[in-house]
């Protein structure tokens, strides 16, 4: 069966590159509170996680997603018996939910732009820091724990929420890495034991 996560990745790099290359799909799929205030165009809150700034904005979204979301497959629902459905739900919702912050702050706001899959992938990537926080990533050919991996994807997007200037919602990333560890804690509240386990006790391994 081939593995939800290159499913998603699939359809998010056909679509961001159709949104790149056609300005109306971009237009209509991108995130703009004043259109779902006034238009009720709730789509927008989904469809803006399937497109992306520029190439490397999608690259970098989804190599992490590749990561991550491949080795969530292999703990929650092989290891901890998750059913596949919830992986869906739970990166679709990481969509939505992490946008709704900015929706209140900028629901009137015609100028406000924002677009990626940012919010869902740290969902994702939280999620599986709590289960592997010492597995060991590859990023340009350097090993770094997932850990570490993590907050320095979460300190990227902070220097890139203040310095702004594109229409990546930056603020995302922090809400869904929020919604991602309260996702998993409910979904398996189990997992709070085994990630302060494996914190107090640190075995480094190899990831994809």
Not at 22 to 35: A, E, G, H, R, W
Not at 111 to 118: D, F, K
Not at 189 to 206: E, N
Request: proline fraction near 4%; charge should be neutral; include cysteine.
């Amino acid at each position: 069966m081939l593995p939800l996560t290159i499913i998603i990745v699939a359809i998010t790099c056909i679509t961001s590159y159709i949104a790149l290359n056609n300005q109306k799909v971009m237009s209509d799929f991108i995130f703009n509170p004043s259109y779902i205030t006034n238009d009720s165009q709730w789509y927008r809150f989904l469809s803006a996680g399937f497109i992306h700034a520029d190439l490397q904005h999608l690259a970098f979204n989804m190599f992490t997603l590749y990561f991550f979301g491949t080795s969530w497959e292999q703990a929650y629902i092989d290891y901890l018996e998750v059913h596949p459905s919830w992986y869906i739900i739970m990166y679709l919702s990481a969509i939505v939910v992490s946008s709704i912050p900015t929706y209140l702050k900028q629901k009137n706001n015609y100028h406000y732009y924002s677009l990626g899959a940012s919010g869902a992938v740290s969902a994702i990537v939280f999620s599986m820091i709590l289960l592997m926080p010492w597995s060991t990533l590859y990023v340009f050919v350097l090993p770094v724990p997932a850990i570490i991996y993590a907050f320095l994807y979460l300190g990227y997007t902070f220097y890139m929420s203040k310095k702004g200037g594109d229409s990546i919602n930056h603020d995302a990333h922090l809400w869904g890495a929020i919604y991602g560890i309260v996702f998993s804690l409910v979904l398996r509240p189990s997992v709070a034991s085994i990630f302060l386990t494996q914190i107090l006790h640190p075995k480094f391994s190899v990831g994809h």
